[in-house]
Nanobody, 120 residues
Framework: QVQLVESGGGSVQPGESLRLSCAASGSVFRVDNMAWYRQTPGKRRDLVAA???????DLIDAVKGRFTISRDDAKNTVHLQMNSLKPEETAIYYC??????????????WGQGTQVTVSS
């Protein structure tokens, strides 16, 4: 069984920073693509940033220049550094990953979510 566990959420003021982390644990053979999504009540879960197994990154235009996604394959972890946060970015942030349980068996997993609140 595989789990994704997020950490690093919290409450900050506009313009401040947070760093989210997500660690995969359990029967992990290899971690492939990893990503961060966010969701507000009543709305769909939207992609924020993604990173491939070889380190290619993609971020939505709204966060380019302020957010950075990175990974530490030795720890099966993905990070999201969020700078200059805005109130409208208040949401639950979810980690997502494609994980190989063996050479041929791959599944997609979600973390439980971590709340990020940006408010003065």
């Amino acid at each position: 069984q595989v789990q994704l566990v997020e950490s690093g959420g919290g409450s900050v003021q506009p313009g401040e920073s947070l760093r989210l982390s997500c660690a995969a644990s359990g029967s992990v053979f290899r971690v492939d693509n990893m990503a961060w999504y966010r969701q507000t009540p009543g709305k769909r879960r939207d992609l924020v940033a993604a990173i491939s197994s070889v380190g290619y990154t993609d971020l939505i235009d709204a966060v380019k220049g302020r957010f950075t996604i990175s990974r530490d394959d030795a720890k099966n972890t993905v990070h999201l550094q969020m700078n200059s946060l805005k109130p409208e970015e208040t949401a639950i942030y979810y980690c997502n990953a494609d994980i190989y349980l063996s050479e041929l068996q791959r599944s997609n997993y979600w973390g439980q979510g971590t709340q990020v609140t940006v408010s003065s």
